[in-house]
């Protein structure tokens, strides 16, 4: 028998009064990580349900900061017409994330929080350069980058802010698991960047799955950036890739597979990124 409480609190001083009281506050909020078979629960304190906390879900991208409440669900992300407009990689990494059941229980806080490696919105949120408002343990309210969220210090993600200032104009997402649907990533990557006329602009790339954490891939944009898309530019791009993985994953066994399919996966972002075809013959020339 645990003496674990649970909680459903209306509204977020409601929550902050439970945050200050002498009980240890763990979060729940779709469970589909929490729930696993396997997952201790803690046998002690308050599991607090944050899916009903009014205000703590919703998307605001009409103009100004991109602003996400954590209990936004991963298919609210997936469905929300202004972000697709103003960022679509996240509506994208969302719509790749599991199952309709799972999208629709599964939210942002939830995926931050809960700090896989092969998250999905995770590197799409480094790459907007996220922060994220807190209410820590005590009540009081914080705000850190995404970089330096520490799950285990007990904050509750209220919200992730993407800055205006940092968005450009294009975004795009791409994922590659062990199966095509409902698959976990092995490697995921997310661009941001500026392209007309046929050439770069500025070009940032993040990937997720090669480290604990998301890792900005500074050379594979570095290979683009400011130049035609050609596919001698795609040729030194993958090459860059394959360089990024290297330098990422030095002794680990599945280096020699990921600086392959890094290259592959990187065509798709691109061709997504610049709104063509895959399957476009520039692409198969790069080969
Ligand atoms: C079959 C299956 C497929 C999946 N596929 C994918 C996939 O393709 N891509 C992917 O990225 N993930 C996937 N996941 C993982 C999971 O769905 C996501 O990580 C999801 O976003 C977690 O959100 P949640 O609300 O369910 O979190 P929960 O399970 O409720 O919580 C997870 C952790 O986050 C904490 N937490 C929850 N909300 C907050 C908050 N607002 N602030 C602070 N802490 C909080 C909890 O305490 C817990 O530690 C999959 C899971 C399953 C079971």
Do not use: Y
């Not at 899916?51 to 609210?76: C, Y």
């Not at 092995?186 to 007309?196: D, H, I, P, Q, T």
């Not at 330098?247 to 399919?261: E, H, L, T, Y």
Request: aromatic share 4%; net charge positive; proline share 7%.
């Amino acid at each position: 028998m645990t003496a674990l409480a649970p909680s459903r609190p209306a509204d977020l001083a409601a929550l902050a009064r439970l945050m200050a009281g002498p009980l240890p506050v763990r979060f729940i909020a779709g469970g589909t990580d929490l729930l696993l078979p396997g997952r201790p629960l803690p046998r002690q304190g308050l599991l607090v349900d944050v899916s009903a906390i009014n205000g703590l879900a919703g998307i605001k991208a009409d103009g100004g900061d991109i602003e996400i409440g954590g209990a936004t669900t991963v298919a609210a992300l997936a469905a929300h017409a202004g972000l697709a407009k103003r960022f679509p990689a996240l509506g994208q990494a969302a719509a790749e994330c599991g199952s309709v059941q799972i999208r629709n229980r599964a939210t942002l806080g939830g995926n931050v929080a809960n700090a896989a490696p092969a998250a999905d919105l995770v590197p799409v949120l480094a790459l907007a350069e996220a922060r994220l408002r807190l209410m820590m343990p005590g009540g009081a309210n914080a705000e850190v980058q995404l970089g330096d969220f520490r799950p285990e210090a007990g904050g509750l993600v209220m919200e992730a802010v993407l800055p205006a200032a940092r968005l450009l104009p294009r975004s795009a997402f791409a994922k590659l698991g062990p199966r095509r649907d409902l698959t976990i990533s092995r490697l995921n990557m997310a661009a941001m960047g500026e392209f007309s006329n046929g050439r770069f602009g500025a070009l940032r790339l993040v990937a997720g799955s090669l480290g604990p954490r998301p890792i900005r891939l500074g050379r594979a944009g570095a290979a683009l950036a400011g130049r035609r898309l050609t596919s001698a530019a795609l040729r030194d791009f993958m090459q860059a890739l394959s360089e990024e993985v290297d330098a990422a994953i030095p002794g680990r066994a599945s280096r020699n597979w990921k600086r392959q399919a890094i290259r592959g996966l990187g065509l798709d972002l691109i061709a997504r990124l610049c709104g063509l075809s895959p399957r476009d013959p520039l692409f198969d020339e790069a080969l």
